[in-house]
Every structure is written in structure tokens, then in C-alpha cells.
């Protein structure tokens, strides 16, 4: 299939300039036949024109002394123009109609109509008519009509064609040979300089360069092809240089690399085992606070299961004397029941703080997910650590909805209050002040919005960019580790699929935002497991 773009500069040279010659001179034959067409065409009319004037002339004395004899005769002298093929003269008649008063037809014409149509030049198939009125002193006597054929000019118009093509043949020839002449001196420069950049494309050999072809634009362009080649083989003489430094280098970065792989292993054992070591802190002190609401009951429980041994053994010693009265035994009952019943509120109080204890504890080590009430648990965590914030004389108020229900993981949740609370006993009360924490939880759609705040002494603005990298800390030496808030973000980012922001100024205390999904993405299950 003719494509174009394909073909070689040669041919392309060769069709460019054979169509242009082809279009320039078929325009110019093209204006020229039109010109003659409607140069001859004027002059035709204009020849039908003085015809019908000159005889329009000579036949007013016929019309005026009703000589049709004359009127023939007159009209019969246009036989010495062949290509006059009817003329017919009317006049008026009395009674304000129009006859037939003098005709002349050549050949096989048809006869004149019986009326002369309305004056001017009408055109039919082949042929020209005009009907013009014959007129003597300005008053109209007679009207005459002429048909002219067209053939002569058609004639002369295909005569003028031939003459035509035939020079549009001769010119576009010789073009034609010109062109195919001098489109070598254009076309093979640039076929010789396209052969040099194929041969270097496949050799890679820069040191090739193409024939000199002159000064024109195709030498100038065979002059920067050449330079180009030696600059790219300046390039490439360097980038061998270059690559093999680069080489080197490689190796001893690869050799310093393997180091750096090493030591960073290491780094990760060390963080892994401090966040591990953070985790079992929260352990502890989670183990520390239930072991000190645990003994209040546990030790009331003691002292009634105490007092009620004794009393039991004194009631005996009267039984076995023989001297108990009926006052004797109604004090013992009555003794007993209360014992008895302080006995167990504070077993069941042990135990309901032994469960929320075993709860919490297996959260945070497990790392479960399951769905819970965030409000009972934020109670079960507070519980934890309720020894810490009464040493300090603090206090908490949790505001959260009964209904507010998560599909997560409650150890995470722990682990971060637990971190807000330990920072805030930690760096918000340097001087034993006592403060206030609050923490608010509210759920919209399908997440929960955590907001923990204090009124501690707040974090200077040097320092707030920092709370969240790993191993920065204000306490470095006094038992902090740097890794406390890291681990919060980790747990909210990766683990909760939430996002954590902080806002605090000097001496205005935290607040810190926290916003995670009510139901956990699937994708953040499947990493925990």
C-alpha cells in the first residue's frame, strides 16, 4: 500500500515536484481555457447583440410602409453568418396583438414561434437567442428576434483544450526531467548521510563520518552530524571512565553497605526488645495496681473471716461449759451472718477485679481482636491504675456512651490510654502539683473520636514536632525510654487503622486526638495474625 512517509527522499523529492508542476500547470490551464471560454462567450454575445441592432435598423422603413417582401429580404442577408439560425420579425397589430411579419430559417430550424418573448438574451441547450424591440425615434414599431448557435464556439473552445493539454503535456514533461536532474544533488547527500548514522546506529563506531557535500544546508547539517559523532564519542570515552570509578565505588559501597545491614539488624533486635520491655513495664504496673486493690478486699475478708473464728471458738468453749444462754447464741448468729456477708462482697469484689485484671492483662499480651464496650473497658484499664493517680492525688472522669461498641483490639486501646496516663504522671506534674484527666469518647458513623487531655505544664514547640519519634525523650535517666508515644503511633496508624494528632502549648496542658474505625479493616487483622 502507497504510503508516503516510507518512501525515500528520492521519490519523495521526485513526486513533490512532479506535483507541483502538475498542480501549477493544471491551474494555469485551467484559468487559461476558463478565460478563453468567457472571452469568446462575451465576444459572441456582443456579435448576436450588433446583429440584431443593424437588422433591427434596416427593417423599420419595411414595418413602417408594410413591406413584407423587404422585410424578407432583409432579414434573408443573414445567410453570410452560417451561424445564424432563425430570425423572425414581429409587429403589432390594431387590435393590440403581435404577428409574425417577416422570417428567415436555416436548415432544418425550426419555424418561428408565434409570439417573440419578453426582450433580452435567453440561453437554451445549445443554442443563444435575443429579443431586442425595433424602435424608429424612440417609439417601437416592431420586435426581432435572433437565435444564434453555439457550436462554433464550443468549436473553438475544444480547438483551445487540445492546444492547451497538449503544452500542459510538453511542460510538465520537461519539469519532470528537470526535476528527476537535480533532486540527485538534493537527495543523495542526505541518502549518503542517512547509510553513515545506520552504520554507526549498528557498530557503534563513532569514529565514522560522513562525506563533505558543500556549503548548503544539507553540508551544514553533514558538518554538525560529524561533529556530533565526535562529541559522542568524547562522551562515551568518559562514561567508560566514569563507569568504571562507578564500579569501584559500588564495591566498597557495597562492602560499607553490608556493615550498615548488620548494624541495622541489631538496631531492630533493640528496638523490638524495648518495645517488648515497654510492654511488660505496662504489665507490671498493670500486675502493681490490681495487687493494691486487690488487698483491701482480700485483707477486710481476713480480719471478718478472723473475727469469726474467734467468736466460733468462744461459742464452742460456752457450749462445752454448759453455760450458754439463748442471749449467748442469738449474738453469735447474728455475728456470724454479718461476717459472713462482709466475707463474700469482698471475695466478690477480689474477684471482679482479678477478672478485669485477667482481661486487661490478657489484651495487651495476646493482642486479640474481639468486639467490646469501650466504656466498660476504659473503666477496667482506669481500675489498673487507680493507685498510681491517687498517690499523685489526680483524678479521672471518663465520658463516654453506655452503647458506644467497637470490633477491634482492646489490648491496643489499653496500651495507649495506659501511655497517655504514664506521660502525663510522668511530665505533666514536675513539682507533685495535682491535676485533672479527662478522657471523652464519641462515635460517629462508622468511627470512634478518643480525645485525652490534662493540665499539666504542657510541651514547648521545640520539643511537640518530636513526641512521636522513636527514642526522644525529656526523661532521659529518670525511667524514660523514648519509645512510649512511638509505640502509641504505631498502634493507632497500623494496628486501629486511625490517625493520632497532638496540640499543646506551655503551661496549657495535651490534648491529644485520636480517631479509629468502629469495625478494624480486614487488611489490619490479617497483619496482627
Not at 120 to 138: F, H, N, R, Y
Not at 324 to 334: H, P, T
Not at 347 to 371: N, P, Y
Not at 407 to 427: C, E, K, R, W
Amino acid at each position: 500500500m502507497f504510503s508516503f512517509p516510507d518512501l525515500s527522499i528520492r521519490r519523495k523529492l521526485l513526486t513533490l515536484t512532479a506535483l507541483s508542476t502538475a498542480v501549477g500547470l493544471l491551474l494555469a490551464a485551467a484559468a487559461l481555457i476558463g478565460y478563453a471560454w468567457f472571452s469568446a462567450r462575451a465576444g459572441y454575445e456582443r456579435d448576436l447583440a450588433t446583429v440584431v441592432h443593424i437588422v433591427g435598423d434596416n427593417s423599420t422603413a419595411a414595418l413602417l410602409f408594410n413591406d413584407r417582401k423587404a422585410a424578407s429580404e432583409t432579414l434573408a442577408a443573414l445567410r453570410a453568418k452560417p451561424e445564424i439560425r432563425q430570425a423572425c420579425l414581429y409587429r403589432p397589430t390594431p387590435g393590440g396583438e403581435v404577428e409574425l411579419f417577416g422570417a428567415y430559417a436555416q436548415g432544418d430550424a425550426s419555424p418561428c414561434p408565434q409570439q417573440a418573448g419578453t426582450a433580452g438574451l435567453i440561453q437554451d441547450t445549445d443554442q443563444l437567442t435575443e429579443v431586442a424591440p425595433v424602435e424608429l425615434k424612440g417609439e417601437q414599431v416592431g420586435t426581432l428576434r435572433v437565435t444564434q448557435t453555439l457550436q462554433p464556439l464550443r468549436a473553438t473552445l475544444l480547438t483551445q483544450i487540445v492546444i492547451t493539454l497538449a503544452i500542459l503535456a510538453v511542460a510538465f514533461t520537461v519539469s519532470f526531467v528537470i526535476g528527476w536532474r537535480m533532486q540527485r544533488s538534493i537527495s543523495d547527500p542526505i541518502v549518503q548521510l542517512a547509510e553513515t548514522a545506520q552504520r554507526v546506529s549498528a557498530t557503534r563506531d563513532y569514529t565514522l563520518r560522513a562525506a563533505h557535500s558543500g556549503r548548503d544546508e544539507v553540508g551544514r547539517l553533514v558538518d554538525n552530524f560529524n561533529q556530533m559523532l565526535g562529541q559522542i564519542a568524547l562522551r562515551e570515552r568518559e562514561i567508560r571512565v566514569a563507569r568504571d570509578e562507578l564500579e569501584l565505588q559500588v564495591q566498597e559501597k557495597s562492602r560499607a553497605n553490608a556493615g550498615l545491614e548488620l548494624a541495622l539488624e541489631r538496631l531492630r533486635e533493640a528496638q523490638a526488645q524495648l518495645v517488648q520491655s515497654e510492654k511488660m513495664a505496662s504489665l507490671g504496673a498493670l500486675v502493681a495496681g490490681v495487687a493494691h486493690e486487690i488487698n483491701t478486699p482480700v485483707g477486710v475478708g481476713v480480719t471478718a473471716a478472723s473475727t469469726l473464728k474467734t467468736k466460733a471458738e468462744e461459742f464452742d468453749q460456752r457450749y462445752q461449759a454448759g453455760s450458754m444462754r439463748r442471749s449467748d447464741l442469738e449474738r453469735f448468729v447474728a455475728m456470724a451472718t454479718e461476717a459472713t456477708r462482709i466475707i463474700l462482697a469482698n471475695l466478690h469484689r477480689a474477684a471482679d477485679l482479678i477478672q478485669s485484671f485477667k482481661q486487661v492483662a490478657v489484651d495487651q499480651s495476646s493482642g486479640e481482636r474481639r468486639r467490646f464496650g469501650v466504656k466498660a473497658y476504659l473503666d477496667e484499664v482506669l481500675v489498673s491504675l487507680g493507685p498510681r493517680l491517687r498517690k499523685g492525688g489526680h483524678e479521672v472522669s471518663v465520658e463516654c456512651p453506655d452503647h458506644v461498641m467497637v470490633d477491634s483490639y482492646p489490648g491496643a486501646l489499653a496500651q495507649i490510654v495506659t501511655n497517655f496516663v504514664s506521660n502525663t504522671l510522668m511530665h505533666a506534674y514536675p513539682d507533685g502539683a495535682h491535676g485533672r484527666i479527662r478522657i471523652q469518647v464519641q462515635q460517629s458513623g462508622g468511627h470512634v473520636d478518643l480525645t485525652y487531655r490534662d493540665d499539666g505544664c504542657g510541651i514547648t514547640p521545640e520539643n511537640l514536632p518530636r513526641v512521636f519519634d522513636p527514642f526522644y525523650t525529656t526523661k532521659r535517666g529518670s525511667g524514660g525510654s523514648g519509645l512510649g508515644m512511638h509505640i502509641v503511633y504505631n498502634l493507632v496508624t497500623q494496628l486501629l487503622g486511625g490517625r493520632i494528632s497532638l496540640n499543646s502549648r506551655p503551661g496549657e496542658g495535651v490534648e491529644i486526638n485520636v480517631r479509629f474505625p468502629a469495625a478494624v479493616a480486614s487488611a489490619h487483622s490479617e497483619a496482627v495474625t
